[in-house]
């Protein structure tokens, strides 16, 4: 699976949008885009996925380059329940669910 | 159910003791794994169920951790003569055809293991 890239940290004001970045410049045609946040000792919650279009869901959007060698991850309005680690990983073939988190951003929202 | 169910949600035990851990994947999912978490630490894979049957178990640490799944649903992980080391969070998650990449895995809330 393609490596991502994700600041260590970011804050937002809450009511506003988050803008989460990720890069996986290695990313390879049949590879997905899945973002996943985790929430102090709680277990990991999905939150969308794409190929090459942009997603939306009821949580987030997700934007990906033309190119596929970024994305952004959307929360519209930040509440301060968001607050959590958010990672964006890329998974392809047989063997994906191997999950491997890397480091992710901590969002922090703030009042 | 709505969700991935995992019991006991938090369970202390004496090194040496066996555990159980439970997980009841989202209904109609025909792919369940297992993870761990160590405190502070990304996940571990630890073993992949299609149906009833496991094509992965190369993330199981030891002989002493075993599971199975019944009636293509519910799963047990098992730890025997539990250690130290062994004290994490154990997640369940489960999807719906396959592991392959284009189905989304959903996880539970884990089940906290600590070995004292």
């Known amino acids: 699976d393609a490596k991502t890239t994700q600041p260590t940290s970011m804050d937002c004001a809450e009511g506003r949008a988050a803008n989460l970045p990720c890069n996986h410049s290695t990313i390879s045609g049949n590879e997905y885009v899945y973002w996943y946040r985790q929430i102090h000792s709680q277990g990991p919650q999905y939150i969308i996925h794409?190929?090459?279009n942009n997603e939306t869901n009821e949580m987030a959007s997700l934007i990906i380059t033309e190119d596929r060698k970024s994305s952004t991850l959307i929360l519209p309005h930040a509440t301060l329940r968001d607050t959590a680690v958010y990672y964006c990983i890329v998974r392809s073939g047989a063997g994906s669910y191997q999950l491997t988190f890397g480091k992710g951003t901590k969002l922090s929202v703030i009042p | 159910g709505a969700g991935v169910s995992q019991s006991p949600s938090n369970k202390v035990t004496e090194k040496g003791k066996d555990v159980e851990l439970r997980c009841d994947p989202i209904?109609?999912?025909?792919?369940l794994y297992w993870y761990r978490q160590r405190l502070g630490q990304g996940l571990e894979f630890l073993i992949y169920?299609?149906?009833?049957?496991?094509?992965?178990k190369s993330g199981l640490p030891s002989d002493r951790f075993s599971a199975e799944r019944t009636g293509e649903s519910v799963s047990t992980l098992t730890i025997q003569r539990t250690q130290q080391e062994d004290s994490a969070v154990y997640l369940c998650?489960?999807?719906?055809?396959?592991?392959?990449?284009?189905?989304?895995?959903?996880f539970g809330e884990g089940s906290w293991l600590t070995v004292v």
């Open positions: 209904s109609g999912h025909t792919a």
């Open positions: 998650a489960s999807s719906g055809r396959d592991g392959s990449s284009g189905n989304t895995i959903y």
């Open positions: 794409g190929l090459k």
């Open positions: 169920f299609q149906g009833n049957s496991a094509p992965d």
